[in-house]
């Protein structure tokens, strides 16, 4: 009887150890800040649409978005060769599109010469595209397709995370996917909804067709106090990207709701203008350009006080053009430059400037002062730079802070160059540093310190060219990254950008949603949408 | 109703001078960030708490005061003087002046002075000072903000035109000048003043919300527009409702301006 009741209560321990058997059923509401522009996965260009790519797209390689790794989708296994020239897939066999028609290799070469058509001018096309000529795609079997490039392209096998597969032969064209759930209906200005597809090849541990959703509900609203408060009202259960001030206000409301995941792949920086023709004064141009005037400045903006001030401990200071959140490509070595006023001071007073009473002074006898531009309505910048401002002025430097409307901003800064100092943010989807080629390279038009330089200005602007060149001809990703490492160690030192915090990535997860696991990387909360399921008490709640 | 007269006359002459002597009265300078204490509660330190920056609200409010009470008053007489002149001349004058006149308000009303003040800010040097700012933004609300104004003058003015006493002052052989400046004007007085008053509190609102386009006071002088900016945050009003101390002065003050003019101006 003993025996029997040990045998009992550990059945009972095992039982509770199980993890719970996921719910089927129930419809996911969020919110899409705009409209989507297209539905066509090829054409995708902005986030509403890439959300609605992910969800109904399948790919042939899918990256997890919390180890960062590939995986294998459509495809089951793949093999670049030729230096990133060519890869070659293996396609899953069995699979069907929503509309029953089956997947073939031969849908995979269709999906990449419609791609890769000049003519449709696809912006997922057009990372692939590393030097003119065609791409040719041939199938040996229904199972086996082989990609080659006129050129290698950099991070290949990563780029087909974007890509999704549509079927050639389908009536549906690209509304028959292969990916969880597909587009049931849409209300211009209103919602999306995508019910599940019946379909769909993956299963879960227990041998249950995914997804466990019934519906996704994608309302349109642009209005970030609406979404929070239709979040309260639980009549949407996700929030993929909150700003630190509405989370703190969640937080005291729903603390069970509210997850700051870390550093996110986002910085905010500011940037001297360099560019030789400039309508600035020469003296101006000759501090900007001076590598120990950037440090000085660097030095002496407090970023740990702009993390905690301006975003409320939810930012950390910024090292360089790579987040921490960027596993593989971030260089641990790199460390944020100290706060340190009177280092900043001594760095300029080797450099001939003075400090004559409270005004700093350059070896001309000119008062150092200048203007940062910035977007006008945001209030983290317009904050971060009346914190700048202070910081500067302990050494003696006047900064006047002008905030204008966005097309002013851009026009200043991309097309007249009447500008000094610029603090704006930049927005990183992608791991790969390839996808910063335009930034780097000095005859890109996007080397925002100094575009389309005929030749580099400067011997270390022409080693990062070369080092970034040399890292995308290469399909070594650990010479890739040795390469890439030097790039963010020049740019450490040289602080052609002056790289401020990496925000944190914030969201909002109801707690009626079970088996969430969010992560830096967009799209943060439903990554794993497969997988997600209302909990019994949720359920209730949310329907 | 003298009492009420007498204790808003009072409490303007006070605003007025805690603003002039806001350099003696501010516990902080306005800029000073107390990076240890944002959003601070008030104190014995910070009497109406910080802002989100750890600056003294107080000391804020009383520089913004001085800010605006001085210049969107400045404004609001630029935009009434423009507007009494286009106005009464062409009510006073009528005919095809006035018609003129009138279209010419019309369509002043009709442009989109936004976008022009945004394009005004666009083309301005950018190392302007902030008080050099502080007088572009009240010199440009002044300058585009006489249209209104000066319809409802005309109106007044061509009331005016065909009274008794203006007939008689003509046949008296007084000149047209004369008459509009010596007749008509001062029974214009009444309207002026209505519209001086009413377009104070219209530009010290608009000057908030060009703070928010990037044309308002610049950083880091205060203003009220720029004060009432920080209501934005719902949260941290609720936090410190002492942070609603811009806007309850904004009204006060606007109901004594109205309170403290000769009650016999408004008869008419």
């Known amino acids: 009887m003993r025996t029997h009741r040990l045998a009992l209560l ?51 390689i899918r990256v997890n978005r919390k180890t960062q790794a590939l995986e294998p989708e459509l495809a089951v296994s793949w093999k670049v060769s030729e230096g990133g020239k060519k890869i070659s897939f293996r396609a899953r066999e069995g699979l069907l599109f929503s509309d029953g028609t089956p997947f073939t290799a031969e849908d995979v070469a269709f999906t990449m010469q419609k791609l890769m058509n000049p003519d449709l001018h696809s912006p997922t096309g057009d990372s692939f595209r590393s030097s003119q000529g065609p791409v040719r795609v041939t199938t040996a079997n229904p199972r086996d397709v082989t990609i080659e ?5 950099a991070g290949l096998e990563r780029l087909f995370d974007q890509v999704a597969v549509v079927s050639s032969h389908s009536p549906k064209k690209e509304a028959a996917v292969l990916g969880p759930f597909v587009v049931a209906e ?50 949407i259960q996700l929030i993929n990207s909150l700003d630190a001030s509405y989370f703190e206000n969640l937080a005291k409301e729903a603390p069970s709701a509210v997850r700051d995941i870390g550093p996110s792949l986002d910085s905010e920086q500011i940037w001297f203008n360099q560019v030789p023709s400039a309508p600035i ?34 930012a950390r200071p910024a090292v360089g053009p790579v987040s921490p959140a960027n596993l593989f490509w971030f260089d641990k ?8 006023p009177q280092a900043a001071l001594r760095r300029l007073q080797q450099e001939g400037f003075r400090l004559d009473g409270h005004v700093l002074n350059d070896p001309g006898g000119h008062a150092v002062e200048f203007s940062v531009v910035t977007n006008a309505g945001n209030k983290y910048r317009e904050q971060m730079a009346a914190m700048i401002q202070q910081d500067l002025e302990q050494i003696g430097i006047r900064l006047n802070i002008v905030t204008l409307d966005f097309p002013s901003l851009i026009e200043r800064i991309s097309r007249t160059f009447d500008y000094e100092l610029c603090l704006l943010g930049l927005v990183n989807v992608d791991l790969d540093p390839s996808a910063q080629m335009s930034v780097w ?60 915090v990496n925000k944190n990535a914030l969201v909002v997860i109801s707690p009626a949603l079970a088996n969430t696991s969010p992560v830096v990387l967009r799209p943060q909360t439903f990554w794993n949408v497969e997988t997600l399921y209302f909990s019994n008490q949720g359920r209730g709640a949310s329907q | 109703m003298k009492f009420l007269r007498q204790t808003a006359a009072v409490f303007l002459v006070a605003i007025f001078i805690a603003t002039l002597f806001a350099g003696i009265l501010a516990p902080a300078p306005y800029a000073r960030q107390f990076r240890e204490s944002p959003n601070a509660l008030p104190s014995r330190i910070h009497l109406l708490g910080t802002d989100e920056l750890g600056r003294d609200l107080f000391s804020r409010l009383l520089y913004g005061s001085r800010v605006s009470l001085l210049l969107a008053p400045a404004a609001s007489l630029l935009a009434t003087i423009i507007a009494a002149l286009v106005g009464g001349v062409a009510g006073y004058v009528g005919g095809w002046i006035e018609r003129i006149a009138l279209a010419g308000t019309d369509l002043s009303m009709s442009l989109p002075w936004l976008f022009l003040l945004l394009t005004v800010r666009a083309v301005l040097p950018l190392n302007l000072p902030p008080a050099a700012s502080l007088l572009i933004t009240f010199g440009l609300l002044g300058f585009f903000g006489w249209a209104a104004s000066a319809r409802v003058i005309c109106a007044g003015a061509r009331g005016l035109r065909n009274s008794d006493f203006v007939l008689q002052a003509k046949a008296c052989g007084c000149s047209s000048q004369r008459v509009l400046l010596q007749q008509v004007l001062p029974n214009l007085r009444p309207v002026l003043y209505a519209q001086f008053l009413i377009s104070i509190p219209v530009f010290i609102l608009t000057e908030a919300n060009l703070g928010i386009l990037g044309l308002g006071v610049s950083e880091p002088l205060p203003s009220w527009g720029g004060l009432l900016r920080g209501l934005e945050n719902w949260s941290a009003v609720q936090a410190n409702p002492a942070r609603l101390a811009p806007l309850v002065l904004l009204f006060v003050v606007v109901s004594c301006f109205q309170l403290v003019m000769p009650q016999e101006d408004f008869a008419s």
């Open chain 1, 333 to 340: 070595s790199l460390q944020p430059h100290p706060y340190d």
């Open chain 1, 441 to 500: 390279l000095s005859s890109s038009s996007n080397h925002q310190w100094n575009p389309e330089q005929k030749s580099p200005a400067t011997s270390w602007e022409a080693e990062i060219d070369r080092l970034m060149q040399a890292q995308a001809s290469t399909n070594d990703q650990n010479q890739r990254k040795r390469y890439f490492d030097q790039v963010q160690k020049i740019v450490w030192e040289q602080q052609p950008f002056i790289y401020l």
């Open chain 1, 149 to 153: 490039f006129p050129a290698p392209v």
């Open chain 1, 281 to 314: 004064p020469d003296y101006k141009k000759n501090w900007f350009r001076s590598t120990s005037f950037r440090l000085a400045i660097s030095e002496a903006i407090n970023r740990d006080d702009l993390c905690r001030v301006v975003f409320g401990s939810h």
């Open chain 1, 10 to 60: 550990a059945a009972g321990f095992l039982l509770a150890a199980l993890p719970a058997k996921p719910q089927s059923g129930g419809e996911l509401r969020f919110v899409l800040r705009s409209e989507p522009k297209t539905f066509d996965p090829m054409l995708v260009d902005e986030e509403a649409s890439e959300t609605i790519r992910y969800l109904t797209g399948g790919v042939l």
């Open chain 1, 186 to 235: 849409y209300k211009s200005g209103s919602y999306v909804l995508l019910k599940r597809n019946p379909l769909y090849w993956k299963k879960d541990a227990r041998g249950r067709r995914l997804p466990y959703l019934d519906s996704i509900r994608l309302d349109i609203q642009q209005n970030r106090d609406l979404e929070l408060l239709r979040f309260k009202r639980n009549e």
